[in-house]
């Protein structure tokens, strides 16, 4: 299997195309997902299938690269048309019972949750696999090998695949026909160095192609990575620039979206172009991760902050 085997499937999130891939494995008795999307985009995960000549009952696994929203959100309907899902052991334990997960997500969303996510039914449990770090899955001719990556959320695994690495969030967001990478630093578990030893080591494995959640498919896998180290280090110096002066959130909010919003203009991007990137990667949310992180790892001395 190689890129040739590859079927990216769009989406379609929010009417946007080229924001959420679910990445579709036929082998010689089905057909393998790594993603799956959320609830609000089953229809078009149905109807990317048939473009194919699938149906939903042809999946026989779904790989999960974490269990936030927008790549988890269908995992629980799949199971119930018979796909076996696997995850992080850490994640595991909320496809079973997602009540704190969604409940954290409404916080967040609020009145827009249905409209974002749609539907999220618990997974199976008869249907769910966790996996363990550096474990490989035979599926006939397909071998696929979890690797631990935190730093973007603790229940995230990246995936090889006979030359492609599917990194989910750990390798940033990326548009179709770009090089620019933005980080997604949600909270609560967003932790730099953590994400540094992450890109470290799959900078150690060898592949051929990389194909990050959002979006798409990249035949520069170590430019690729570098460019996230970079945007680390980016990130790390205004945060140390800007964080020490504790600023509340809406200053701190302003802050950080006019600061993102002019990197990305500096890389080239439009005004048009940036609008895929915020929705596949709100900034906001990077904010609350951001003081989150700051918060528990750089401010230890202030535990009043």
Known sequence: MGKKSLITLDLNFMGMPGTI?????????GV???????????????AGL?????????????FLTHIHL???????????????????????????DPEKLLASAQRIYGEH???LWGEFLPVLPDKLSVLSDDQTVEIDELHIRAIDTPGHAEHHF??????????????????????????????PEFHLEKWRRSIQRLQSESFQFIAPTHYGLFADPQRHLAAVWQALDEIEAWMEAIMPGEPDFETLNRQFLSWTEQRSLAAGLTHE????YELANPSWMSTYGIQRYWRKQRNLGNPSM
Do not use: K
């Open 70 to 96: 927008d790549h988890a959100g269908a995992a629980g309907w799949l199971s119930r048309q018979g796909a076996r899902i696997h995850v992080h052991p850490v994640g595991a334990p909320h496809l079973i």
């Open 158 to 187: 990246a995936y090889l695949c006979n030359g492609i690495c599917f990194t989910g969030d750990i390798g940033g967001v990326r548009m179709a026909g770009f090089q620019h990478i933005r980080l997604p630093m949600p909270p």
């Open 273 to 276: 172009q940036l609008q895929a």
């Open 21 to 29: 891939a679910a990445y579709l494995l036929p082998y010689s008795s």
């Open 32 to 46: 393998v997902l790594i993603e799956c999307g959320p609830g609000s985009t089953r229809e078009a995960l149905i």
């Open 113 to 115: 949750m249905q409209r």
């Open 50 to 62: 048939r473009a194919h000549g699938f149906t939903p009952g042809d999946i026989s696994d779904v």
